[in-house]
């Protein structure tokens, strides 16, 4: 397969759907991580020093430029596949298994991925913006804080923006919503990105589908739950 092939086949475009869908999960195991660090209850001391690491080193800047490149780059090319699929499809089948076929989820990833890129614009308007771009989504409006840490640094203390953003309980919801669209999305994706870069045998396989469902309700929830903490004050 070559270079240009690997944008224009289908099978290329599914290949790198794998490859960035799979650089994708593993970011969502760092910023899961790093975001749990709020149900420490030290007024987040702890989150804001890890926010404050990943934000001022050269190497995970450089990191996020690869991450937003791998976003976009997966979002058009999963279009491109939706667009593909559904030209062939004009004609319906003759028998419509529904779910005996594939699930639900798997049908609607076009459906879900939409959902997901509106609740990330809203994700990153509430948050990269402001900790990236001063001055803009009132960045200026944050507390900056000192910690004695071994960074030494002063930084603006993001948590209490987390605090401020999830007090409206319409946020909330949508936060929650985005959550569950990116839970199903993965619970077709995970296998899916695996299949793809070639792992085909049963006993894997089986061992992937319950990884990647367990993957999809654990980091999910904890995702969904943390603006609902924050909303419903359990944690300070």
Same mark, same amino acid.
């Given at each position: 397969?070559?270079?240009?092939? *690997?944008?224009?086949?289908?099978?290329?475009?599914?290949?790198?759907? !794998?490859?960035?869908? $799979?650089?994708? $999960? =593993?970011?969502?195991?760092?910023? /899961?991580?790093?975001?749990?660090?709020?149900?420490?209850?030290?007024?987040?001391?702890?989150?804001?020093?890890?926010?404050? +690491?990943?934000?001022? *080193?050269?190497?995970?800047? &450089?990191?996020?430029?690869?991450? +937003? !490149?791998?976003?976009?780059?997966? $979002?058009?090319?999963?279009?491109?596949?939706?667009?593909?699929?559904?030209?062939?499809?004009?004609?319906?089948?003759? @028998?419509?298994?529904?779910?005996?076929?594939?699930?639900?989820?798997?049908?609607?990833?076009?459906? &879900?991925?939409?959902?997901?890129?509106?609740? =990330?614009?809203?994700?990153?308007?509430?948050?990269? @913006?402001?900790?990236?771009?001063?001055?803009?989504?009132? /960045?200026?409006?944050?507390?900056?804080?000192?910690?004695?840490?071994?960074?030494?640094?002063?930084?603006?203390?993001?948590?209490?923006?987390? @605090?401020?953003?999830?007090?409206?309980? /319409?946020?909330?919801?949508?936060?929650?919503?985005?959550?569950?669209?990116?839970?199903?999305?993965?619970?077709?994706?995970?296998?899916?990105?695996?299949?793809?870069?070639?792992?085909?045998?049963?006993?894997?396989? $089986?061992?992937?589908?319950?990884?990647?469902?367990? +993957?999809?309700?654990? @980091?999910?929830? !904890? +995702?969904?739950?943390?603006?609902?903490? *924050?909303?419903?004050?359990?944690?300070?």
């Amino acid at each position: 397969m070559t270079f240009k092939q *690997m944008f224009t086949s289908s099978i290329g475009k599914k290949f790198v759907m !794998a490859l960035t869908g $799979i650089s994708l $999960i =593993l970011f969502l195991i760092v910023h /899961v991580g790093l975001n749990a660090t709020i149900w420490a209850n030290d007024g987040g001391r702890m989150f804001n020093a890890g926010a404050n +690491f990943m934000g001022s *080193m050269l190497v995970i800047r &450089l990191m996020e430029i690869g991450l +937003f !490149a791998g976003i976009i780059l997966h $979002i058009i090319q999963g279009y491109l596949l939706t667009v593909e699929n559904n030209s062939r499809r004009k004609v319906g089948y003759a @028998v419509d298994y529904g779910n005996r076929g594939s699930k639900w989820y798997s049908r609607s990833m076009g459906l &879900l991925g939409t959902l997901i890129l509106l609740f =990330l614009i809203m994700h990153i308007w509430h948050f990269w @913006v402001p900790s990236r771009l001063g001055g803009i989504g009132g /960045v200026e409006e944050l507390q900056v804080i000192h910690y004695e840490s071994a960074l030494g640094s002063e930084y603006h203390n993001l948590y209490a923006k987390m @605090v401020e953003v999830f007090q409206s309980p /319409v946020v909330v919801i949508l936060y929650v919503l985005g959550c569950i669209s990116l839970a199903y999305h993965l619970m077709h994706g995970f296998e899916s990105a695996f299949r793809t870069i070639g792992i085909h045998n049963n006993r894997y396989l $089986i061992m992937l589908r319950m990884l990647g469902r367990g +993957f999809s309700i654990v @980091v999910c929830a !904890a +995702f969904a739950m943390m603006p609902i903490s *924050m909303y419903l004050g359990w944690v300070k």
